[in-house]
């Protein structure tokens, strides 16, 4: 069970570790670093990366042993022009 609101997920309880995928999408350093992007142009990074703790609870939960799990990454190179 997983605490959310407006209510925990699953909301039937029933989450079975070897049916169900987590999708971390997105979490960049140029959006959540306090060097990134973001916050070289002057915006605060710290409401972003107020989920990271979760974020990481999570990805340990799908990376224990009763539980199947893929990790892919993407990268691209810093100099590439946005």
């Known amino acids: 069970m997983i605490k959310a609101t407006p209510f925990d997920f699953p909301y039937d309880g029933r989450l079975v570790p070897q049916d169900t995928a987590l999708l971390v999408i997105?979490?960049?350093?140029?959006?959540?670093?306090?060097?990134?992007y973001f916050a070289r142009k002057g915006y605060d990074p710290s409401p972003l990366r107020a989920i990271l703790p979760t974020v990481n609870r999570l990805i340990a939960a799908a990376r224990a042993p009763a539980s199947q799990s893929s990790i892919r990454g993407k990268a691209?190179?810093?100099?590439?022009p946005i």
Do not use: H, I, M, V
Not at 30 to 35: G, I, R, V, W
Not at 76 to 80: L, N, R, V, Y
């Open 26 to 36: 997105d979490l960049q350093a140029d959006f959540l670093s306090p060097t990134g």
């Open 76 to 80: 691209t190179a810093p100099t590439w």
